[in-house]
């Protein structure tokens, strides 16, 4: 199973975007959903994460900014970035964690301009 992470683009300073990650096949015994992002020269750094379907949390660099939401029945999780600026510039990548380990996606670029 891969997860397909989608709804990068290029916005201008201030604006929206919304990322969208699902499964390719089926999957089971989800227990954390959670997005990452990779900037140029940087290491992937943990941005929000979803446990349980309702228990969420946020880098400090992304709170009050950013919303994460999951769907566990269709096993996906969005998330809705708002008030964005060129520091949130980076490659997203979502993860489920499962009884399994962990399951990456293969990211979709982000780009804001000043």
């Known amino acids: 199973v891969q997860l397909q992470a989608s709804g990068g683009g290029l916005v201008q300073a201030g604006g929206s975007l919304r990322l969208s990650c699902a499964p390719s096949?089926?999957?089971?015994?989800?227990?954390?959903m959670a997005w990452y992002r990779q900037a140029a020269g940087k290491q992937r750094e943990w941005v929000a994460s979803?446990?349980?379907?309702?228990?969420?949390r946020y880098a400090d660099s992304v709170d009050g900014r950013f919303t994460i939401s999951g769907d566990n029945v269709k096993k996906t999780v969005d998330l809705q970035m708002d008030n964005l600026n060129p520091e949130d510039t980076a490659v997203y990548y979502c993860?489920?964690?499962?009884?399994?380990?962990?399951?990456w996606g293969q990211g979709t670029l982000v780009t804001v301009s000043s």
């Open positions: 979803i446990t349980g379907g309702h228990y969420k």
């Open positions: 993860k489920f964690n499962s009884a399994w380990g962990d399951t």
């Open positions: 096949g089926r999957i089971s015994g989800i227990r954390v």
